[in-house]
């Protein structure tokens, strides 16, 4: 969930485009961020933002870069 819905902020399809970047990501990483916690996981997102998002950066072309970095922040 985009850190706009959780705050309870007015949103628009741009959140959309954030969480298939986070999903993306989830996809990449073969894991979800803070996986111990929902809650900390959301609060995170919310807080903080993704850190970089991918474990292993050199595995991924320049190109999925860019569009993480453009759904994402």
């Known amino acids: 969930m985009a ?6 902020k007015p ?8 969480s298939f ?3 993306m990501m ?4 073969g894991e979800i961020p ?3 916690s929902d809650i900390k996981a959301m ?3 919310v807080t903080e933002g993704h850190p970089y998002p991918l474990k292993n950066p ?3 072309s320049k190109g999925f870069h ?6 994402l922040y």
Do not use: Y
């Open 26 to 29: 989830e996809l990449a990483n």
């Open 34 to 36: 803070h996986s111990s």
């Open 43 to 45: 609060f995170c997102a």
């Open 21 to 23: 970047g986070t999903l």
């Open 58 to 60: 050199q595995k991924w």
């Open 11 to 18: 949103h628009n399809m741009s959140v959309d485009v954030w």
């Open 66 to 71: 860019r569009f993480l970095r453009k759904c």
């Open 3 to 8: 850190p706009e819905m959780i705050m309870g």
